[in-house]
């Protein structure tokens, strides 16, 4: 079964531009995080959506994040425009919150360069 | 709101050592307890967990006990090994559709 797929595993970008995080959840997951990972900390909400709706976006920097999940499977995460502070690792998750604890799979995450 | 602390590292051991690295929480109600690991270049990966008090959750040779009365999930090992060398995040989740709430991770190094 394949796991939780992110892209780019990569990005270097100047201060002021765009970009977009991708992310794919495992097949039958209807739940699906974004999470922050700062250098030497643990990982923060950004946003969690129960199918396409996003339930819980009080962490999400509106100003300039803004993500989407159409469809209720694959999600996207931008930011517009980029600041030095957003250099960090974004992680997706997914989970299935039907039954029992509702445990997060992991993506390998997407670090995030601004220069 | 709920929270989680842990010790903070980097935690130091020679292999075949005993390791304990504590876990506390804040929560209401009866969340579920985790411990996720992160080895370099990877993804965070589910080490074991523990959905009720007084359970025990365990895997690849490590341990964890839910302990409701001292609100704690401490992780432990009876002999580290050079492999085990990663970052660990205890984290607690209230129900199943609840966000997981980590604490800041904790450095272990083994030395051979």
């Known amino acids: 079964e394949a796991g939780v797929v992110q892209s780019p595993r990569y990005k270097i970008i100047e201060k002021k531009q765009p970009v977009a995080f991708w992310c794919n959840p495992i097949?039958?997951?209807?739940?699906l995080y974004w999470y922050l990972q700062n250098l030497g900390q643990g990982p923060e909400l950004l946003i969690r959506?129960?199918?396409?709706?996003?339930?819980?976006d009080s962490q999400l920097p509106k100003d300039r994040f803004s993500a989407e999940r159409l469809k209720g499977v694959d999600s996207t995460l931008k930011i517009q425009p980029a600041e030095l502070g957003d250099s960090a690792v974004y992680l997706c998750?997914?989970?299935?919150?039907?039954?029992?604890?509702?445990?997060?799979?992991f993506g390998e995450g997407s670090r995030l360069t601004v220069l | 709101g709920d929270s989680v602390t842990q010790m903070e590292g980097p935690v130091t051991l020679s292999e075949e050592a005993f390791l304990t690295i504590n876990c506390t929480y804040t929560?209401?109600?009866?969340?579920?307890l985790f411990w996720y690991v992160q080895y370099p270049g990877e993804g965070l990966q589910l080490l074991l967990k523990?959905?009720?008090?007084?359970d025990k959750g365990s895997n690849k040779g490590f341990e964890a006990t839910y302990r409701k009365e001292t609100t704690s999930f401490h992780l432990e090992k009876g002999s580290v090994q050079v492999s085990d060398s990663a970052v660990y995040f205890c984290a607690l989740k209230q129900g199943s559709q609840g966000n997981l709430i980590f604490g800041k991770g904790t450095k272990l190094s083994v030395k051979p």
């Open positions: 998750a997914s989970s299935y919150s039907g039954r029992g604890t509702g445990e997060l799979f």
């Open positions: 523990a959905t009720k008090a007084d």
């Open positions: 929560a209401t109600g009866y969340p579920s």
């Open positions: 097949s039958g997951h209807n739940t």
């Open positions: 959506y129960e199918n396409e709706e996003a339930v819980d």
